[in-house]
């Protein structure tokens, strides 16, 4: 197959490069091990976020303040913005599939391990213990994915993984919420030990032995330092405009747009679906369309977030922007995650390790200025601060699609040497005479 070099047409079918995929050899195995990786990442999100909707029960069961249960999660946040590229770095030799069974293990232990803590210092250690796992795992698990597959198929691999994540939101969360009211906290973290048990079996079997790194998952297929530099960054900004308001959107929904207090569940459930439809919607732009894919959800976030400032206290119009930009949020995870596979200088291993830590960071940064000026100014301004951060994203987006120019340059000349020009472009390309296929430089053009 013809294909600008390091794209991913050209690696696909280069020897050695695909030639272990899996799904080659079999598509069920592929398939059960894709579904096993994306039912592990429910299992991570829904224990990483699930003191945020037990708060009450976990701090009157171990006589804690309400503000020192939150540091349950503030603390794993931290862990998995600080030290997934550390522990990427540290086990990249090591074998995919006993490394991924090994953190569903300590998953299922230290789930354990929490129903049973005896006090609110045993519950941070193991909370520590889980985030180390889950700051490992968010930065194996999409070049694992992706490695199943021809690298076609990347994208909608991509995306099963993070619909995985996001469906741990919009169900998962709920359903350890209404089992630890109904049975107590402890039952919540006994149902995420019996998940993972559970998701442990297909990855032990299905899953390859394989690196990634002896596939075409296992470096960028087009390398590109300064873009991946530029896609980290706009992560943070992107993320970070978004948790500006989201963070706040209880408040947004009932100071600002009049919402009661006891509907508010309802619009989150919505949001949840909208954001897990933004997942597969960025999954099918990403095959379509990957030079622009990660840029429209930005392009899309930044004026409905100011558009939700001046449109707020209209309440149908809140609830619609808000959905809005949680289908964007969605999109975009999903095509950045793809970008980063796609520029990645080295590892993406690696590589996907700083994409997430970029992501909770714009999470946690998000989230403290949005307080900040919730605390000065009310719940209506946080949308309008996020819209200006969401600005930035775009900026560095545009930035960051952009190829460099001694790339573009060199493609051009191709194209010179090859008899064919800009003038002509509406013109059919010539066939090469010897193969009957257009020219190389022809077919680069095109991608330009």
Request: with cysteine; net charge positive.
């Given at each position: 197959?013809?294909?600008?070099?390091?794209?991913?047409?050209?690696?696909?079918?280069?020897?050695?490069?695909?030639?272990?995929?899996?799904?080659?050899?079999?598509?069920?195995?592929?398939?059960?091990?894709?579904?096993?990786?994306?039912?592990?990442?429910?299992?991570?999100?829904?224990?990483?976020?699930?003191?945020?909707?037990?708060?009450?029960?976990?701090?009157?069961?171990?006589?804690?303040?309400?503000?020192?249960?939150?540091?349950?999660?503030?603390?794993?946040?931290?862990?998995?913005?600080?030290?997934?590229?550390?522990?990427?770095?540290?086990?990249?030799?090591?074998?995919?599939?006993?490394?991924?069974c090994v953190l569903m293990a300590a998953l299922v232990l230290t789930s354990l391990a929490?129903?049973?803590?005896?006090?609110?210092?045993?519950?941070?250690?193991?909370?520590?213990?889980?985030?180390?796992?889950?700051?490992?795992?968010?930065?194996?698990?999409?070049?694992?994915?992706?490695?199943?597959?021809?690298?076609?198929?990347?994208?909608?691999?991509?995306?099963?993984?993070?619909?995985?994540?996001?469906?741990?939101?919009?169900?998962?969360?709920?359903?350890?919420?209404?089992?630890?009211?109904?049975?107590?906290?402890?039952?919540?973290?006994?149902?995420?030990?019996?998940?993972?048990?559970?998701?442990?079996?297909?990855?032990?079997?299905?899953?390859?032995?394989?690196?990634?790194?002896?596939t075409h998952a296992g470096t960028g297929s087009a390398p590109d330092g300064r873009r991946?530099?530029?896609?980290?960054?706009?992560?943070?900004?992107?993320?970070?405009?978004?948790?500006?308001?989201?963070?706040?959107?209880?408040?947004?929904?009932?100071?600002?747009?009049?919402?009661?207090?006891?509907?508010?569940?309802?619009?989150?459930?919505?949001?949840?679906?909208?954001?897990?439809?933004?997942?597969?919607?960025?999954?099918?732009?990403?095959?379509?369309?990957?030079?622009?894919?990660?840029?429209?959800?930005?392009?899309?976030?930044?004026?409905?977030?100011?558009?939700?400032?001046?449109?707020?206290?209209?309440?149908p119009a809140a609830i619609v922007l808000i959905v809005a930009a949680c289908v964007t949020?969605?999109?975009?995870?999903?095509?950045?995650?793809?970008?980063?596979?796609?520029?990645?200088?080295?590892?993406?291993?690696?590589?996907?390790?700083?994409?997430?830590?970029?992501?909770?960071?714009?999470?946690?940064?998000?989230?403290?200025?949005?307080?900040?000026?919730?605390?000065?100014?009310?719940?209506?301004?946080?949308?309008?601060?996020?819209?200006?951060?969401?600005?930035?994203?775009?900026?560095?987006?545009?930035?960051?699609?952009?190829?460099?120019?001694?790339?573009?340059?060199?493609?051009?000349?191709?194209?010179?040497?090859?008899?064919?020009?800009?003038?002509?472009?509406?013109?059919?390309?010539?066939?090469?005479?010897?193969?009957?296929?257009?020219?190389?430089?022809?077919?680069?053009?095109?991608?330009?």
């Amino acid at each position: 197959m013809v294909g600008p070099k390091g794209s991913s047409e050209g690696r696909e079918d280069a020897p050695g490069a695909s030639a272990a995929v899996l799904h080659r050899r079999d598509p069920v195995a592929a398939m059960a091990a894709l579904f096993a990786l994306s039912a592990a990442a429910f299992a991570y999100v829904t224990t990483e976020s699930l003191p945020v909707g037990l708060l009450q029960p976990i701090s009157h069961g171990l006589h804690s303040s309400l503000v020192a249960t939150g540091w349950l999660v503030t603390v794993y946040a931290a862990i998995n913005v600080a030290l997934s590229a550390p522990l990427a770095h540290l086990t990249k030799g090591l074998p995919r599939k006993t490394t991924m069974c090994v953190l569903m293990a300590a998953l299922v232990l230290t789930s354990l391990a929490a129903a049973a803590a005896p006090g609110y210092g045993w519950l941070m250690a193991v909370r520590v213990v889980t985030a180390l796992g889950q700051a490992l795992f968010w930065s194996l698990v999409i070049p694992t994915a992706a490695s199943l597959f021809p690298a076609g198929m990347t994208g909608r691999a991509v995306g099963w993984v993070l619909g995985g994540a996001t469906l741990a939101v919009v169900l998962g969360v709920p359903a350890g919420t209404w089992l630890g009211q109904l049975a107590g906290w402890r039952a919540a973290f006994l149902g995420v030990a019996v998940l993972a048990a559970v998701v442990s079996a297909p990855i032990a079997l299905a899953l390859p032995s394989y690196h990634p790194a002896e596939t075409h998952a296992g470096t960028g297929s087009a390398p590109d330092g300064r873009r991946y530099r530029l896609a980290i960054v706009t992560t943070a900004f992107a993320v970070g405009g978004f948790f500006c308001m989201y963070t706040y959107v209880s408040p947004f929904l009932t100071k600002v747009g009049g919402l009661a207090l006891h509907d508010v569940a309802a619009v989150l459930l919505v949001t949840g679906a909208a954001t897990l439809g933004g997942v597969f919607a960025g999954s099918v732009v990403s095959r379509r369309r990957p030079n622009i894919a990660p840029l429209v959800p930005v392009a899309v976030l930044a004026p409905v977030l100011i558009g939700l400032y001046f449109a707020g206290r209209v309440l149908p119009a809140a609830i619609v922007l808000i959905v809005a930009a949680c289908v964007t949020l969605g999109a975009y995870d999903v095509s950045n995650q793809n970008r980063i596979l796609e520029v990645a200088p080295a590892s993406t291993e690696i590589a996907s390790a700083w994409a997430s830590a970029s992501f909770n960071a714009g999470i946690a940064g998000g989230s403290l200025a949005g307080g900040l000026v919730l605390n000065g100014y009310g719940p209506r301004p946080t949308a309008l601060l996020g819209g200006l951060v969401a600005v930035v994203a775009l900026l560095l987006g545009v930035a960051a699609t952009r190829r460099p120019r001694d790339v573009r340059r060199e493609e051009r000349e191709g194209c010179r040497k090859a008899g064919w020009w800009r003038s002509e472009r509406r013109s059919p390309p010539r066939a090469s005479r010897t193969t009957g296929q257009p020219h190389a430089a022809v077919a680069n053009l095109k991608r330009i």
